[in-house]
């Protein structure tokens, strides 16, 4: 746990960073506000006791001190929001930077119910902290400089005030820990809920069509989960409620105390019993505000655990990735070849790990190419390394003679338009500057969606459709976007047998006779002949390159 712990730390002190200054000054105004209460309580004492009526002087005392507290308490809430605002935003930018900059391979490992909570529920619980960050440094500021009245007052009331609190703080202590035990659970247990969501999303024909799984899904799955969150968060918040609670009548206990000492000395001091009471009762307040605000802080620290630990997951970012668009420079693409090219998973335990390879390929401007073969033999791997996704482990690639490495490999993927098996629909067609044709839903007719959808203001209206008419819509956004190198990963498995056919015999032509170089994974072995070159594959390996007639 060390490494997370350290990660923590990081985190934190590289968010605030940047506003150390507004950090600070919130702090200095929230502890000026708090020693102006402070000093209000004494001059109410005071003044309760002096003989003789209110002088100018106390009054001109009592209006500045209010006015002191009051713009000391508004400047430094208004530094807290600034300075919470802009780290949450911090924070939702570089961790949406580090996942896109992540290798595809680190992404494709970590499950999306571990990173949705990470980027949503714990920056959320951040936030709420930032915001509790500022009350909490005005409580404690006020609860020290009333510990400090209480000492110039009487030492030994003084003494026996801070007692209660090293026996309240040791109560409080005890209650974090296991507080902070059941917090973990539950926020454990909120990824699992993540994962039963996902599921329940993604799987939605095949429940409707499961009674027995479906039963399970909710009974086993989203209710037995949510029950384990709430009994957690339940049991560990009554912790810092007991604890809270304990707390609380430590104070009349010295309150007691004090009036059982003044019964013992009726020649006390009036003034001093008084302003004794006085302040503890009004810093009650402030303690409880400290131990209420607990949970906020342990929930926090969870939060950043997660965080440095998705930061830390995500800490290698592919070299010479690049975020900012700098257009698409209209490399022509002459030639592809992959020249001993190898590629293996990590191992999993109790499997052996699946290796693509060696491959030796070669493409030329124009073609079109089938890769073919039994589900699991390599294809869509191969189709991840033609595209640059994953960086060859042995061999290498080369565009036009050109070795693509890690300088140009981002500058490279540019080259393709891919449709992938698993692909995401985009709602927006404009990509960067391309420009989109006027007689673009012309396309859409050519595929008979026209009349469900249309592109206006550079989006399709609609994505609400279809699997089949879907991907027909992810054929025009390629269609659209002008690229070199067009991939398609089992586009045609969910059309019907006309478009299937107008798919292999009327668009592949087209785009090849527009000049360009068409890769498709296909089981539809009657379309082969429409192939000029055909990669059979057959566990990792290409076994045979057939030339068709």
Request: aromatic share 8%.
């Amino acid at each position: 746990m060390s490494k997370p712990t350290r990660g923590v730390i990081n985190e934190l002190f590289a968010l605030l960073k940047p506003f150390r200054l507004i950090v600070a000054g919130s702090i200095l105004l929230g502890m000026v506000g708090g020693l102006s209460v402070t000093a209000l309580l004494a001059t109410i004492n005071n003044a309760l006791h002096a003989e003789g009526d209110l002088t100018s002087t106390v009054v001109a005392a009592f209006a500045g001190l209010c006015l002191l507290a009051l713009a000391s308490s508004i400047f430094s809430d208004i530094g807290t929001n600034y300075v919470g605002q802009h780290i949450i935003a911090k924070l939702r930018k570089e961790l949406g930077e580090k996942v896109l900059s992540a290798p595809i391979e680190q992404i494709e490992r970590y499950r999306s119910h571990r990173l949705i909570p990470v980027l949503t529920h714990d920056v959320d619980t951040i936030s709420d902290f930032a915001f509790a960050f500022a009350p909490l440094a005005i409580s404690m500021t006020v609860t020290l400089g009333c510990m400090g009245y209480l000492a110039v007052l009487s030492w030994p009331m003084f003494l026996m005030m801070a007692v209660a609190i090293l026996i309240g703080t040791v109560i409080q202590y005890i209650a974090r820990g296991r507080g902070m035990q059941g917090f973990l659970k539950a926020r454990d247990y909120e990824d699992e809920l993540q994962k039963h969501y996902n599921a329940v999303a993604e799987g939605a024909k095949e429940l409707r069509i499961h009674r027995p799984r479906r039963h399970r899904m909710f009974v086993s799955g989203i209710e037995g989960t949510a029950d384990r969150i709430c009994e957690t968060q339940v049991r560990s918040v009554n912790i810092f409620v007991v604890a809270k609670t304990l707390g609380s009548m430590l104070f009349f206990v010295v309150i007691g105390l004090a009036l059982g000492l003044q019964s013992l000395w009726p020649s006390a001091d009036k003034t001093v019993m008084s302003g004794f009471v006085l302040v503890l009762l009004y810093m009650k307040g402030p303690l409880e505000h400290i131990i209420g605000t607990l949970p906020i802080v342990s929930r926090a620290q969870i939060a950043f655990r997660r965080i440095a630990d998705l930061s830390e997951q995500f800490s290698s970012p592919e070299p010479h990735l690049l975020l900012n668009d700098q257009g698409n420079r209209k490399t022509p693409v002459q030639s592809l070849e992959l020249s001993n090219v190898s590629y293996s998973f990590p191992t999993v335990e109790g499997a052996v790990p699946f290796r693509l390879g060696p491959v030796n390929l070669k493409i030329e401007q124009g073609d079109i190419i089938f890769i073919v073969g039994e589900n699991g033999c390599g294809k869509t791997t191969l189709i991840k390394l033609l595209l640059g996704l994953y960086a060859p482990q042995q061999g290498e690639i080369r565009l036009n003679e050109q070795l693509v490495d890690a300088a140009n490999r981002d500058d490279y993927r540019q080259l393709f338009t891919t449709i992938f098996a698993d692909y995401y629909l985009f709602d927006d067609v404009v990509q960067g500057d391309t420009h989109i044709p006027d007689d673009a839903n012309k396309y859409l007719e050519r595929l008979e969606i026209a009349h469900k959808v249309s592109v206006r203001d550079g989006t399709f209206t609609t994505t609400d459709l279809s699997t089949g008419q879907r991907k027909r819509l992810a054929l025009i956004n390629a269609w659209l976007e002008e690229r070199p190198v067009l991939v398609f990963d089992e586009w045609a498995a969910d059309q019907d047998p006309t478009f299937r056919r107008i798919f292999y015999t009327e668009l592949l032509p087209d785009l090849k006779r527009l000049g360009k170089t068409i890769i498709v994974i296909s089981h539809d072995d009657r379309y082969f002949d429409v192939a000029d070159q055909l990669v059979r594959m057959n566990a990792g390996k290409v076994v045979t390159e057939l030339q068709p007639a």
